[in-house]
């Protein structure tokens, strides 16, 4: 297992060549319980998950929170790893989602404000079985998305890190920043047109 | 196929989980009818991975490892078997995933209330502050009077059509209406018409003829 690293990191943008060592690591757990994989997997992924529960206001209610989204996002890697399917997302996207359904699920516990659904409800896996997205497309696709990052105007690429990274709605976006909503949003739109990540079709809103 | 869809800003809020609870529903269901929606979700959330990659990770101190460690101890990682168990959940194949808990034995058990002649109406989530989420259903052919709305409205077509001025829509349609839109929806003659609603505050009736049903409609 992981006989070679395949992921360099150049100045901020990382290329990947062939294969996805965390989503090795993810299927040794699934396999065989594989430990070893698993504190690999921690301490590449733990430093991030702190980092974005910095990022996205969970610290705000003290540092223990952001420990407990670290611990959650881990123990749910290790339980959940039989769920995890290298041609629908990378590693890395999947403990996004992990991460941050955690995190809505510890801010609702935090607000008392009961809600039948969890985030396990409203971010359902999509079923697109054969829909022709396999690894090979996903780790084009995200490789793009870094190259894309990389030459965004510095207004946009603030923007996007705001909106993903954040706690924040596209209202309070704007106010951090001192921009009108419009400004943010269309912001928003120019950074997804350019990243290739939005929707293709037309709203109609 | 859906026609309508949320804009893409929402979409990107959504992936960010920085949606409201409600709003958060609309978009699910309305994934659950959209495969554009859902190939867009998918390359934001690769986005969001690319983004959560590049943070500056925080120090993580010994003892987290050493915890998590413990409490991974004795729990087995979830097999595949269980996933098929959560499939077997769904019983109501009209009821789409997201609402399934909200509705669990489907649509015509549900304590539907009689609003107006063709317009029945069932909140189905009900919290004392914040917007109100509940289904309409329109029998066929059936008219709903004119009217606005005093906030925004939110609609996601579950099952049959309807048609207004701007459109017609069919299953997982997603509407945003403004206070200030005055529409008069018409259902599809062929079956009745179940939408799931959210809105920031009761409509209010324009039509002369309704305009007394204004204080009933909370
Ligand atoms: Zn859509
Ligand atoms: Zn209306």
Known sequence: MMMSRHTTKTGGTRTVTATDEWADCLEAIAEHQDRKSFVHLFNHFAPQIKGYARSSGLTGMGEALADELVQETMTNLWRKAHLFDRSKASATTWVFTIARNLRVDLLRRQSKHHTTLSSDDLWLEPHTEGDGSDWVAQSNMERQIRLGIAQLPVDQRQVIGKVFLEDKSHQEAAEDLNLPLGTVKSRIRLALKKLRVGLEVDSHE | ?218
């Not at chain 2, 909200?102 to 317009?119: C, S, T």
């Open chain 2, 1 to 218: 196929m859906s026609n309508f869809h949320p804009d893409q800003t929402k979409l990107a809020e959504y992936v960010a989980g920085t949606l409201s609870y409600h709003e958060t529903l609309l978009i699910s269901v309305h994934l659950h009818y959209c495969k554009e929606c859902q190939q867009a979700v998918q390359r934001l959330e690769a986005l969001g991975g690319v983004l959560l990659d590049d943070l500056p990770g925080e120090p993580v101190g010994e003892d987290l490892l050493q915890a998590t460690l413990a409490s991974i101890q004795n729990d087995e990682p979830v097999h595949r078997a269980r996933r098929e168990e959560v499939g077997r959940y769904y019983r109501h194949p009209e009821v789409p995933a997201p609402l399934q808990k909200l509705v669990p034995r489907g649509f015509d058990a549900l304590p539907w209330r009689k609003l107006l002649p063709h317009l029945q109406v069932c909140d189905i989530e009900l919290s004392p502050q914040g917007p109100k989420i509940s289904l309409h259903r329109i029998r066929p052919g059936g008219r709903i009077p004119r009217h606005t709305h005093r906030g925004s409205e939110y609609t996601v077509v579950l099952k049959g059509g309807f048609s207004d001025a701007l459109g017609d829509y069919n299953p997982g349609d997603y509407l945003h209406r403004d206070a200030d839109h005055e529409h008069e929806p018409v259902a599809a003659e062929s079956e009745e018409c179940i939408c799931l609603t959210v809105t920031e505050d009761p409509l209010k009736m324009t039509s002369w003829k309704w305009r007394w049903m204004n204080p009933f409609l909370s």
